[in-house]
C-alpha cells in the first residue's frame, strides 16, 4: 500500500458565523503532486495554513508522516516543519538582498551548523535545478517574474523538505512561463522525491502537474482523482463549470 505523508479526516474551521471548512477528508501519498482547486474564498488557503501550523483546526485530525500534529509538542512541531517547505505565491524574496543571500538566508536560520562549503554547495545545487546558476549574484530587481518564481521555488527547496506546498505557482505569469514552472514542479517531485500539494486555479497547471486532482466544494472535497476521472466524467454542474472557464490544452 502506499504510503501516506498526510493524512486529514474530519477538518473543520470556521471564523465567527463563517464555515470555511466543513469535514475535509484528503490524504497526500509519497511521491505525488497532488492539485487543490476551489473557487476564490473556498479554503484552499486555509486548509494550507492549516497544514503548515500557522491557524489550528476547530475539529478534526491531522496527521503528517502518522503523527497528529496538534499533540505535538513544540520542539517536535518545529522539527516537522522544517520538512514542510511552503512556497508562497508572491514569491516573497527579500529585496535588498542578492540571490546568494536570499538563498543562504534560510539556512543560516534554520540549520545551526553548517559550513561554508556545504552552504555554496546546497546554493548552487538549488539555482542548478531550478536552472539559474548564472543569477547568483543579481538582485530580484533584475530578474523576470518567471525568474523569481523561480527563485522562490529554490529558496524552499534548499532546507530539503519532503513535502511542498505551492500557492498558486503560475499566477500572473504568460502561458509559456507557466509551461515551464509546471515542468520545473514535475523536476522537483522527481529529482527532490518531494510530495507536493499545489494550489491552483490554472487548470493547465493541474493537469501537467496533478497525479490526482481534488476539488474544493462548500467546504468538503467534491471530488478526488485523476484529471480525466475528475473533469471528464463528472455530473456535478459545479465541477463541470470550472472545467468550462478554463482555458485547457
Ligand atoms: N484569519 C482569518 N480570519 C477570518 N477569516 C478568514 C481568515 N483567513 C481566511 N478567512 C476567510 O476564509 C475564507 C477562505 O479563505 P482562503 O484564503 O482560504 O480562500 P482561497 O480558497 O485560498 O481563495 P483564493 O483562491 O482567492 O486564494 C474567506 O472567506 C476568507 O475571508
Known amino acids: 500500500m502506499r504510503e501516506k505523508v498526510i493524512e486529514i479526516k474530519g477538518l473543520t474551521k470556521s471564523f465567527g458565523d463563517l464555515h470555511v471548512l466543513k469535514g475535509v477528508d484528503l490524504d497526500l501519498y509519497k511521491g505525488e503532486n497532488l492539485v487543490v482547486l476551489g473557487k476564490s474564498g473556498t ?7 492549516i497544514v503548515v501550523g500557522l491557524l489550528t483546526q476547530d475539529e478534526g485530525s491531522l496527521k ?11 520542539k517536535e512541531l518545529d522539527k ?8 508562497f505565491q ?4 527579500y529585496d535588498s538582498m542578492t540571490v546568494r543571500e536570499n ?3 534560510p539556512l543560516v536560520r534554520n540549520v545551526k551548523t553548517i559550513t561554508e562549503s556545504e ?3 546546497k546554493i548552487h545545487r538549488v539555482l542548478e535545478s531550478v536552472g539559474l546558476s548564472q543569477a547568483i549574484d543579481q538582485m530580484p530587481s533584475e530578474l523576470s517574474g518567471g525568474q523569481k518564481k523561480r527563485i522562490g521555488i529554490a529558496r524552499t527547496l534548499i532546507l530539503e523538505p519532503e513535502i511542498m ?16 514552472i509546471n515542468d520545473l514542479i514535475n523536476q522537483v517531485r522527481d529529482e527532490y522525491k518531494t510530495s507536493s500539494i499545489v494550489i491552483t486555479h490554472d487548470l493547465t497547471c493541474a493537469k501537467v502537474t496533478g497525479d ?29 463549470a470550472f472545467y468550462d472557464y478554463n482555458f485547457i490544452n
Do not use: M
Open 64 to 74: 503528517v508522516f502518522g503523527q497528529e500534529v496538534n499533540s505535538l509538542p513544540s
Open 80 to 87: 516537522l516543519r522544517l520538512k514542510i517547505g511552503f512556497s
Open 43 to 49: 479554503g484552499k488557503s486555509v486548509l494550507i495554513k
Open 119 to 121: 552552504k555554496e554547495k
Open 90 to 93: 508572491h514569491s516573497a524574496l
Open 165 to 180: 506546498l505551492y500557492d498558486e505557482p503560475t499566477a500572473g505569469l504568460d502561458p509559456i512561463t507557466c509551461g515551464d
Open 103 to 105: 538563498l543562504e538566508f
Open 212 to 240: 490526482r486532482q481534488a476539488v474544493l466544494l462548500d467546504g468538503k472535497f467534491g471530488a478526488v482523482g485523476e484529471f480525466e476521472e475528475v473533469f471528464h466524467y463528472t455530473s456535478d454542474d459545479r465541477i463541470k
